[in-house]
C-alpha cells in the first residue's frame, strides 16, 4: 500500500487577494504574490503551504500531500489512472491530482525543491515550578522571520466516513488513531475519525486528516503548527489588535493534545494556530472514543470551533 510522508498545504479561492495577504501576514506566514497566485510558507523548507488566487465567489480548492518518493507518487497515480504531470509551481517536483468521493480535489506531491528554511521564533529558556532553565537572565524573544512552521492538519466534513476513510487509506497509508463512535438504536455508529500518516516506527502527528461523517462535504478548518506557547499567545493578541474575527480558543485539546486557536479569514474560512500536539507511531494503533472525548479539553472551552 503507498504511504505519505505529510500533509504539505491547502489552497482556496479568495475574494481579495491584497486582504488575504494581509491577513495572512497577520497570521504568521510569509508571504508574496506571483502574478494571480497568492503563496504562503512558514518556518520549514518547504516553499508553500497556503495558496490562494482571487475568484467571485470564495471557495477551498484543494488539499496537498507530499508522497514519499517520485515512485511512491506514480503508485498512487496509477490507482485512479491519472498523469503524472511536471508541477508547475515554485520548486517543481512532480505531481498528480485526484478527486476523492465528497469531490475535493487532492493533489499529492513528489521531488519539490527545498526552499531555504527561515529563522525560527525562540526565546529563552523556561523556568517552570520543576525545573528552572533560565538562569540570572530576564525572558528575551527571538523576532522570527515568520511564526508559522508548517501545516499540520485539515478537518473535513465528508458525506459518508467509511468510503471516504478506505479512499484514503488505500491511495495515502492513513491510520486511525481515534474513532469517534455512539451507540444508536443498539448499534455503534462513527461519527468520524482522526487519521495520521503511517510511518512505521517514525512519530507523527496525532491527526493530519480529520473526517467527520456529517452527510455532506465542506472544507472545516486547517490547523498550522507554531513554536511554543508563547509564539500562539502572541498571535493570538496580535490577531485581535488587528480586528481579526476569533473563533474558538484558546484551550487545549484532549484527542490529540494540541493547544489551539482558531480564527476566522476574511472569507470565513476557519485557521487555526496550535502547539505541543501528541505524535505517535504504528504501533500506537487505533482506539474508539466517545464524543464527550472529542468535545472535551484539559483545559480552556469545550466543544466544537464554529459551534
Known amino acids: ?21 494581509q491577513f495572512l501576514e497577520d497570521f504568521g506566514f510569509q508571504t508574496k ?9 512558514g518556518t520549514d523548507e518547504t516553499p508553500y503551504i497556503y495558496l ?17 518518493s517520485a515512485d511512491a507518487l506514480r503508485e498512487i497515480a496509477a490507482i ?45 529558556g523556561l523556568n517552570s515550578g ?67 500518516c503511517n510511518r512505521g516506527e517514525e512519530f507523527v502527528d496525532h491527526h493530519t486528516l480529520f473526517f467527520i461523517d456529517a452527510g455532506h462535504a465542506d472544507f472545516n478548518h486547517a490547523a498550522f503548527e507554531v513554536a511554543n506557547w508563547d509564539v500562539l499567545m502572541r498571535g493570538h493578541y496580535e490577531l485581535k489588535k488587528a480586528g481579526h474575527q476569533h473563533s474558538f480558543g484558546v484551550g487545549k485539546h484532549l484527542l490529540g493534545s494540541q493547544t489551539f486557536d482558531y480564527w476566522k479569514d476574511p472569507n470565513g474560512f476557519m485557521l487555526e494556530h496550535f502547539t505541543d500536539g501528541d505524535l505517535f507511531n504504528e504501533s500506537f494503533g487505533s482506539h474508539k472514543r466517545s464524543p464527550a472525548d472529542l468535545l472535551g479539553t484539559h483545559w480552556g472551552p469545550e466543544g466544537m470551533p464554529g459551534q
Open 130 to 196: 520543576n525545573e528552572k532553565q533560565r538562569l540570572g537572565e530576564r525572558v528575551a524573544f527571538a523576532d522570527p522571520e515568520c511564526s508559522i512552521k508548517r501545516l499540520g492538519h485539515v478537518v473535513l466534513m465528508v458525506n459518508n466516513f467509511q468510503e471516504t476513510f478506505e479512499w484514503y487509506q488505500c491511495r495515502l497509508g492513513l491510520l486511525i488513531s481515534d474513532e469517534i463512535v455512539m451507540e444508536k438504536e443498539g448499534e455503534e455508529h462513527t461519527l468520524g475519525a482522526f487519521t495520521r
Open 1 to 21: 500500500m503507498p504511504s505519505i510522508k505529510d500533509i504539505l498545504y491547502v489552497r482556496f479561492r479568495v475574494t481579495d487577494l491584497q486582504a488575504q495577504k
Open 52 to 68: 490562494a488566487q482571487e475568484a467571485v465567489e470564495p471557495g477551498f480548492v484543494c488539499v496537498g500531500f507530499a508522497a514519499e
Open 80 to 124: 485512479d489512472q491519472v498523469p503524472v504531470e511536471t508541477n508547475p509551481l515554485e520548486g517543481g517536483g512532480l505531481i498528480a491530482r485526484l478527486t476523492d468521493p465528497n469531490g475535493f480535489a487532492v493533489d499529492v506531491v513528489a521531488n519539490i525543491s527545498a526552499a531555504p528554511s527561515l529563522t525560527v521564533a525562540g526565546r529563552s
Open 33 to 41: 504574490i506571483d502574478g494571480d497566485l497568492l503563496m504562503a510558507r
